[in-house]
Each structure stands twice: as structure tokens, then as C-alpha cells.
């Protein structure tokens, strides 16, 4: 209920719903005729009050955070106010501020305030089980889009206040979901998505690999599998119909998918130019899941903006990422999961658990090795390979392997903002900017596994959580 308040009261243009409401409500019992005369009076003037002050504390939130981290100067502040107005930052100034008439203090003295955080590889509307592969024969798009509802919350309620989506199981569900959280349906995080990944016939991301040859039939470039140049501008011009935020490819095999080889390359430098060229020309950021060295040169060099995993990228991939200015998204996370779960008899099939077990151990060494050479690093988890809300692991695998904490964090705020190219709108806490704020007990410079509970979540001006 108190969510419910500060939603109609962030946002003014929410207010006249609210008074038509009301005056419905007023219809409705007078039509009733069983309210007396003295009583109505009193709670018509009550409910005038309650749409007052509702439009009054639209002017937002002053908040006193005990540190600041500033992601922009590289730098924690102590003693910061920030002011919200409506879903915008209005103000940060040192020292704390006293809050003006209409404006609502929210103490965050003993906490640590970050700019709210980015996971740019999630799975929403999926999460890995043994039943993951089955389960799909069995469940209609609505099953997928509704169990995706606490998926979304909880990685809202860690403190990830946007995501980008880069595949789906079930086609087209992740724009439903967006929709949903935008219209304010369903609480999660701001959505960008890929649509359905792209990949060639009996690539990674393939659906109909491993079924029995009369379910396999052959997709196309609608449902994601091209070959040729000619489907690959029509694969991405599918996705920008649709509404894709970004293109996702398979450029090489992968762990979870019914296949052999987990690192193959799997697309021709003719394909990947015209999948880069097509997207360019709709201004979609293209990013490809690459465990194998050869198939992220391949990306690499016709023009690829990130890479997911890079699992076995060598000295001559990182010389190409650092010539062409390409990020790198590590997902530490997803390769510790799978290595984990590859021990346990009979949690994957056989043709996984193979790929899970070489693949999984490498990711974190590869992270040192790229950290360590100058390539650009922003922050992605695979969350749907293991549990949603659990995004925050990622900053204790980054920093155990190197990156020093604060880094970690720029990697998910102002790095994560530019690769989603929406920096002028995310990724720090200055003026003008989204209120997406989220805070920590504690300091998680000196600890960071404190990233893991998280205390206080604002989304677009509205409270989520304050524990
Ligand atoms: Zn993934």
C-alpha cells in the first residue's frame, strides 16, 4: 500500500485517473443510497485531501546518503543529499539538505548510495532446471510470461534497477514482459531486449536442436536461424519490427544448448558484416555470445559492439577488442554455476555436462586476463542459468579475480550505461538522470559482498524497497 501511494504520487499525470476514481466511487455510493448525509461529507472531503497531498509529494525525495559513490569521478563522497523531482535526479549537493514542504526525507545515513545497477545479459523469462529442455513442449507463452512475474521483482528487489535481455526460450515473451513493466503492471527492472537470439542452423541458439528430426523442421530467420546474408538483414530487420533494443547472435556454440561443440564458430564473415550492417542502419547495438577465440575475431573485426562470455579469448582476440573499442561482458557468474552443477550426477544431459565442465572454470581466468590488458569490461551475469536475484554474486567473482570493488561497480552503473548506449539517462547520479538509486548498509568498498543485500531500491522515482 505505501508502494501503491508513492507510485500515484510520483508521477502527477497520475493524479487525474486518481481524482476519476474517486468521483466514480462517489457515484457508486450515492447510487447506493445507504451512506448517511454527515458521514459521506466527512469522507468526500478526507479523499480531496488524500489526491492533495498526493500531488504535493509529486515534488519527490530529498536523501541523505552517509557515502556517495560518485561512479563519474571514480570516487565515494561522504555526507551527500540527493533530490528527487517526478522519476528525475534534480539535485546533488554535499552535505545533508533539510527537505522542503512537499518533499519527503529519506535517511540513508548509515548507507552506501550507488547509481542504480545494470545486469546487460540476463534471461527473464527463463531459469535452467533439469526440466528446462521439456518443459518447453509443455508451456504456452502466457505460462512463460507469468512465471517471469517474481523473476523480475527479485532482480528489481537486488538492486538491479535495469537489464538487458539477450534470448528467450519462448519467442517473443521478453517484449510482453517489457510492456508490463513499463505500464506498470508488474514491478522489475527497466527492460532492454534482444528478442530471440540469432543463430545459424544447429547453432547455439537454434530452438530446435536435439529434438527428433520431424520437430526440427527449419526454422528461419523469423524464429532466429539464418544462413546467408539475405536472412541475416531480414533476421535483424524481423527484430527491429518487433521492437528488439539490440541484436543478440550466437557466434559460436554454447554450454546449455542439445549440441557438441560449446565453442565452434558458427557464423561466416559474410553473415556477421551483413548482420552489422543491417543493424547499424537501425541504430540496434549488436552483441554475440562467444566462448571460442576464432568466432569472436570473426565479430570482432565486421564490427561487433560487445562480447558475452569470451571464454577462450586469446592474446590475439584482446589486441582486436582494444583496436576496435569493443566491451567485453564476462558473466562469472553463469561459468561458476555450470561448473558447479556439472558434479551433480545427472543435473544436465551428458552432451551438456561435457561442455559445462570445460567451459564453466575458464571464464573467471580469462576476466584476469582481459581485466588486466586494458579491455573495456561492463557487467553481465547470465541470470536464468542460475536463479534470478542473485545478480549480485558477479561483484565478488570480479573483484576475487582482480578488478579492484569500485571498478566492479562502474562496470555495472556508468560502463553498463553506455553499452546500452541510454548514458544520457543511466549510469550515475547527476542532475537530469533517471532516479534509479539503490544503497547498502555499510561500506562494499571494504566488503563487497555486502552488494549482495541490498537495502534500499528507487526505480524511475518511486520507492521499491527501504528495509
Ligand atoms: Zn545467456
Do not use: C
Not at 457508486?28 to 451512506?35: F, T
Not at 545486469?119 to 529442455?133: C, N, Q, R
Not at 517484449?175 to 532492454?192: L, N, Q, S
Not at 592474446?315 to 558473466?331: C, F, N, S, V
Amino acid at each position: 500500500m505505501q508502494k501503491m501511494q508513492e507510485q500515484f504520487s510520483a508521477d502527477p499525470e497520475q493524479v487525474l485517473p486518481g481524482l476519476f476514481r474517486a468521483l466514480m466511487k462517489i457515484k457508486l455510493l450515492l447510487r447506493a443510497e445507504v451512506m448517511k448525509k454527515s458521514r459521506f461529507w466527512q469522507w468526500l472531503v478526507a479523499t480531496a485531501l488524500l489526491v492533495a497531498t498526493s500531488a504535493a509529494s509529486a515534488a519527490g525525495y530529498v536523501i541523505h546518503a552517509g557515502r556517495f559513490v560518485d561512479v563519474e569521478a571514480g570516487e565515494v563522497r561522504e555526507q551527500v543529499s540527493i533530490v528527487t523531482d517526478g522519476n528525475r535526479i534534480s539535485d546533488v549537493r554535499p552535505g545533508f539538505i533539510a527537505a522542503r514542504s512537499g518533499q519527503q526525507l529519506l535517511d540513508l545515513r548509515g548507507h552506501t548510495v550507488l547509481p542504480g545497477l545494470i545486469d546487460l545479459h540476463v534471461h527473464i523469462a527463463d531459469e535452467f532446471s533439469p526440466k528446462y529442455h521439456s518443459e518447453y513442449f509443455f508451456m504456452e507463452q502466457a505460462d512463460y510470461a507469468l512465471r517471469a512475474i517474481p523473476f523480475a521483482e527479485r532482480t528489481l528487489l537486488a538492486g538491479f534497477t535495469s537489464v538487458r535481455n539477450l534470448g528467450e526460450k519462448e519467442h517473443g515473451v521478453t517484449y510482453a514482459i517489457r510492456r508490463a513493466v513499463e505500464a506498470g503492471h508488474i514491478d522489475g527492472p527497466r527492460i532492454f531486449t534482444a528478442g530471440a537470439g540469432l543463430a545459424t542452423t544447429g547453432g547455439h541458439s537454434d530452438p530446435t536442436n536435439g529434438l527428433r528430426h520431424e520437430y526440427m523442421g527449419d526454422p528461419g530467420p523469423e524464429l532466429g536461424v539464418l544462413n546467408g546474408a539475405d536472412d541475416a538483414r531480414k533476421a535483424v530487420r524481423q527484430r527491429y519490427k518487433e521492437g528488439a533494443d539490440v541484436i543478440k547472435l550466437t557466434v559460436t556454440g554454447g554450454v546449455l544448448s542439445l549440441a557438441k561443440s560449446g565453442d565452434n564458430p558458427q557464423f561466416t564473415a559474410g553473415e556477421l558484416t551483413a548482420v552489422m550492417e543491417t543493424a547499424h542502419d537501425y541504430n540496434l547495438p549488436v552483441t554475440v555470445h562467444a566462448h571460442g577465440a576464432e568466432g569472436m575475431k570473426r565479430a570482432i573485426r565486421a564490427g561487433v559492439d560487445s562480447i558475452e562470455h569470451g571464454t577462450f579469448m586469446d592474446d590475439e582476440a584482446r589486441q582486436l577488442m582494444k583496436e576496435h573499442g569493443t566491451w567485453y561482458i564476462p558473466t562469472l557468474s553463469a561459468g561458476k554455476w555450470v561448473a558447479k552443477k556439472a558434479e551433480e550426477p545427472g543435473y544436465f544431459p551428458e552432451i551438456i555436462r561435457v561442455k559445462a565442465a570445460a567451459v564453466g572454470p575458464q571464464i573467471q581466468e580469462t576476466f584476469a586476463a582481459a581485466y588486466k590488458d586494458g579491455v573495456k569490461i561492463a557487467f553481465g551475469t547470465d541470470a536464468g542459468v542460475f536463479p534470478h536475484g542473485q545478480n549480485a554474486m558477479e561483484f565478488g567473482y570480479m573483484v576475487e579475480a582482480g578488478m579492484p570493488p569500485l571498478e566492479a561497480i562502474q562496470a555495472a552503473t556508468l560502463n553498463a550505461a553506455q553499452v546500452l548506449r541510454r548514458d544520457q539517462d543511466l549510469g550515475s547520479l547527476v542532475t537530469g538522470k533517471l532516479a534509479d538509486i539503490v544503497a547498502v548498509r555499510g561500506d562494499p568498498l571494504k566488503d563487497i559482498d555486502l552488494m549482495n543485500h541490498m537495502a534500499f531500491v528507487m526505480k524511475d522515482g518511486v520507492v521499491y524497497k527501504n528495509d
